[in-house]
């Protein structure tokens, strides 16, 4: 019996302005996959994000085609509900003054922050604490975002993607702006929730962001899949030196990866 499929690509092609940022690309995920999207930047990793939320969509042509969970025709905000996603672009969107827990409420209305018009209910605020609580961040649920350090404010950003119980976090370079302690903290926070069941699709350029429970590793160079493949067979130091276009070394250790 085949496993769900959480996000199916076949033949896509996405165009940025004039530029091709996504060559003909295939891929399938599953759901409750942990899976990184490896590569440099420009390569076209987080096209691919905005792709699979419908933020953008592929070049028209016969054969090719984005679905999520099977179906192409979504409404964006019945998606939302169902995706966690975590981006830079969402993070630099967090500059104004802004609660802990509005940011997490606000996931419940694809916003940064409530306003006047929305409705919010007791359950609603019942699920954001639950959330920062997962997050470990209860304590910033009076903070206001621009007291936070990067570190509380990703954490802060992890729970409002969390607070739909969606199926599946996509991450787009989750490590941005984060110190070394930040940097450890986010992979345990990664780690408990990987081990919870959730699905996990981490795009990044940094292979050190990648947790022991990613298993599968998909390869991207100039808006093409070059790699596809079990972590261990995939991250290679000749096949990450040809990737980033410099001699590398590769070191494992407990399943954490680093280069140089």
């Not at 984005?66 to 939302?80: K, T």
């Not at 940011?103 to 409530?114: A, D, K």
Request: aromatic fraction near 6%; charged fraction near 25%.
């Amino acid at each position: 019996m085949h496993s769900p499929v959480l996000i199916e690509f076949e033949h896509v092609s996405i165009m940025r302005g004039s530029v091709t940022a996504v060559r003909d690309v295939s891929l399938k995920i599953g759901v409750g996959e942990h899976v990184a999207i490896l590569g440099p930047n420009g390569c076209g990793k987080s096209t691919l994000v905005k792709a699979m939320s419908k933020e953008c969509n592929p070049v028209v042509e016969e054969g090719s085609w984005v679905r999520v969970f099977g179906r192409d025709d979504w409404n964006v905000f019945e998606l939302r509900t169902m995706l966690g996603i975590v981006s830079s672009d969402l993070m630099e969107r967090c500059t104004r003054m802004v609660s802990g827990r509005d940011i997490v409420l606000s996931g419940f209305f694809s916003t940064i922050g409530i306003w006047g018009y929305q409705n919010v209910t007791a359950d609603m605020i019942q699920r954001a604490e639950r959330a920062l609580e997962m997050m470990e961040s209860s304590h910033l649920a009076d903070r206001f975002t621009d007291e936070m350090s990067s570190g509380e404010a990703r954490r802060v950003l992890l729970a409002r993607a969390l607070v739909h119980d969606p199926r599946a976090l996509i991450l787009d370079e989750p490590s941005t702006a984060l110190d070394l302690s930040a940097q450890y903290e986010l992979r345990a926070i990664l780690r408990k929730l990987a081990r919870s069941g959730i699905g996990i699709v981490m795009v990044t350029h940094h292979l050190s962001d990648l947790i022991p429970e990613i298993e599968r590793v998909i390869l991207m160079s100039q808006g093409a899949v070059v790699a596809d493949g079990p972590s261990r067979e995939v991250l290679t130091a000749p096949r990450l030196s040809a990737l980033f276009g410099r001699p590398l070394e590769l070191l494992e250790r407990d399943g954490y990866y680093n280069l140089w």
